[in-house]
């Protein structure tokens, strides 16, 4: 055998050697071979490409209940209720106005307002050319969120709107007159007080119960509705002290004299 008849010889063998691994060190290159497999179909006309789908994404741990309110300190809900007719719920922070502030121990106040518009007519229209949303009742009922997986009702609010705004407020035995030159409904201030300790999140229901006219200025079109609305609330982990110890009140940016008193929480 020649020289370079040996040294082929060595470097089959050698190649041979490199071949025979283990089926441990073999898993340690899976992703190159389905890369070199991938490569190989597009190279050979196979179109079909598997991608891996990426592992979900763990909440972050700042914000672990996702919520607009929360991120904004507000938020505008809307529902339609006929064509072109809405009804918008808007809701704000009031005490702590920073609500990363809102903890399972602290006192947690919002205010809220109710308003319809009847994007059919012009904002300035009279009364007589708008469909008229008489607001009969509200209630809001809540369902906790825990680390523990326990639910729990803690915060209910319930009542007559009638009952909360000035007697001289347009009203009928349909509810209160939404969509007047006096406004919708306000309340400015309501308390979420104590929850679970271990609660991360709290979600809001609200229930409006409203009579919706069908013609603007005819009597015999109004229909009867249920508006449901979902607030997803974000709660803290803290002691309470921090919070506890915050003095700053902020105002609604309201007319005051609507709906001072506060109903109480059950």
């Not at 598997?50 to 996702?66: E, G, K, N």
Request: hydrophobic share 35%.
């Amino acid at each position: 055998m020649t020289t370079r008849s040996r040294l082929r010889a060595v470097r089959a063998l050698a190649i041979a050697a490199a071949l025979v691994v283990s089926p441990v060190a073999l898993s340690g290159c899976a992703q190159v071979i389905d890369a070199f497999n991938a490569f190989q179909g597009q190279a050979s006309g196979d179109q079909s490409v598997v991608v891996a789908t990426p592992a979900p994404q763990t909440a972050s741990s700042s914000m672990p209940f996702d919520s607009q309110f929360t991120y904004d300190g507000s938020v505008s809900l809307s529902s339609e209720v006929a064509d072109g007719l809405e009804v918008r719920l808007d809701v704000w922070a009031v005490k702590p106005k920073r609500t990363m502030e809102w903890t399972s121990t602290n006192e947690k106040q919002l205010g809220f307002a109710i308003n319809v518009y009847d994007h059919r007519v012009d904002e300035k229209a009279v009364l007589t050319q708008k469909r008229r949303v008489y607001l009969s009742s509200v209630s809001i009922t809540s369902q906790t969120a825990q680390t523990g997986g326990q639910v729990s009702n803690p915060f209910q609010f319930s009542a007559d709107p009638r009952t909360l705004v000035p007697s001289d407020t347009l009203r009928s035995d349909r509810g209160l007159l939404l969509n007047s030159f006096q406004g919708g409904l306000l309340v400015p201030t309501t308390s979420i007080r104590q929850l679970p300790n271990d609660t991360y999140g709290i979600t809001l229901e609200f229930a409006l119960n409203v009579s919706v006219e069908g013609t603007a200025n005819t009597d015999a079109s109004f229909n009867q509705q249920t508006v449901y609305q979902y607030l997803p609330i974000a709660i803290f982990t803290s002691d309470g002290e921090a919070s506890a110890s915050q003095t700053t009140t902020g105002g609604t940016g309201r007319a005051p004299g609507w709906g001072e008193g506060t109903p109480s929480q059950g």
